[in-house]
């Protein structure tokens, strides 16, 4: 990740309304705030969003991890309040878009079925 430019350390709620609405159309600026300030409560998180938006503009529309987990639940929230421009987060394991997906270390997201594969237990039986 890059150092924090000056924009997303300033006003990193503005610079990710600013994103969101240069691709969707279908939302107006006030209601995209609404639902970033819902979202992410602390301003580091706004930061750490902003940031990966600022950095990889191009995960509204495609996406795709990796990336942190609050671009995909931005993507989930906008797609929920009637968002039709910004993509729908799409499953790190086998890559379908998704209404919703898990997180896991590492920036991957996945769906349930890619997820809750059944291990095998290394203590046998």
């Known amino acids: 990740m890059t150092e924090n430019s000056e924009e997303v350390l300033a006003d990193p709620v503005g610079m990710i309304v600013w994103l969101v609405s240069n691709v969707e159309k279908h939302l107006d600026a006030d209601h995209v705030r609404d639902i970033v300030c819902n979202l992410v ?17 191009s995960l509204l529309r495609t996406g795709k991890p990796p990336a942190p987990f609050r671009v995909a639940k931005l993507l989930m929230a906008l797609r929920e309040a009637g968002a039709r421009d910004t993509a729908l987060p799409h499953c790190g394991e086998c890559g379908r878009p998704r209404p919703y997906v898990g997180s896991r270390s590492g ?7 890619c997820f809750d594969k059944p291990a095998v237990c290394a203590g046998g039986n």
């Open 41 to 57: 409560r602390s301003r580091a998180g706004r930061r750490n969003l902003a940031q990966a938006l600022h950095d990889n503009p």
């Open 107 to 113: 920036g991957r997201w996945g769906c349930s079925p």
